[in-house]
């Protein structure tokens, strides 16, 4: 998804990256609960039943459980907010919070299309500025980059 707020006057804005995701939070953490729940009352019922080693063996599938819904959740819920200004232009990426801050002169940056050799592979967006590159919205789908390489046209220069 991208939410774009971009004054084309004042030559200032942000663009907003975000993946599409289909469960919140809550939702998966009751679905996570669940799926623990039922392995945990497996668990107790073969331990009452004297087979009492598979309750260790159970808590153990549920924290492998958590553990993974953890990483996907931080992975899937990427944000790229994109701020410019006449000087500059700054990129943050994090999940819920900036992890990783880059500031970028306009003067010397410009984006360029990474197009690829078959047309099955989505396009990818660099930002070039001196000697350093960047790849933004690598999570997004081939509609949002489109839509993407349409809101940076508005801002700044593009090389194919």
């Known amino acids: 998804m991208i939410y774009a707020d971009i004054d084309t006057v004042q030559e200032t804005g942000q ?21 623990a729940i039922v ?3 497996i668990g107790v019922y073969f331990s009452l039943q ?7 063996y159970a808590g153990i599938e549920v ?6 819904f953890v990483y996907w959740y931080r992975r899937s819920h990427k944000i790229e907010v994109i701020k410019f200004d006449r000087q500059k232009l700054v990129l943050e990426k994090g999940v819920s919070h900036p992890e990783s801050i ?14 690829h050799a078959h047309k099955w592979y989505i396009t990818r ?36």
């Open 125 to 160: 967006v660099i930002l070039r500025c001196r000697n350093e590159s960047l790849e933004i919205g690598e999570f997004l789908n081939s509609d949002d980059k489109k839509q993407l390489i349409k809101h940076i046209r508005e801002i700044m220069p593009v090389v194919k």
């Open 50 to 56: 004297g087979a009492w080693l598979v309750l260790p």
């Open 39 to 41: 392995t945990l009352s």
């Open 63 to 68: 924290i492998f459980l958590m553990s993974v």
């Open 102 to 115: 880059r500031d970028f002169e306009r003067f010397w940056l410009k984006a360029e299309l990474a197009h």
């Open 15 to 35: 663009i907003v990256l975000a993946q599409d995701v289909a469960l919140s939070w809550r939702q998966n953490f009751y679905f996570v609960s669940v799926l």
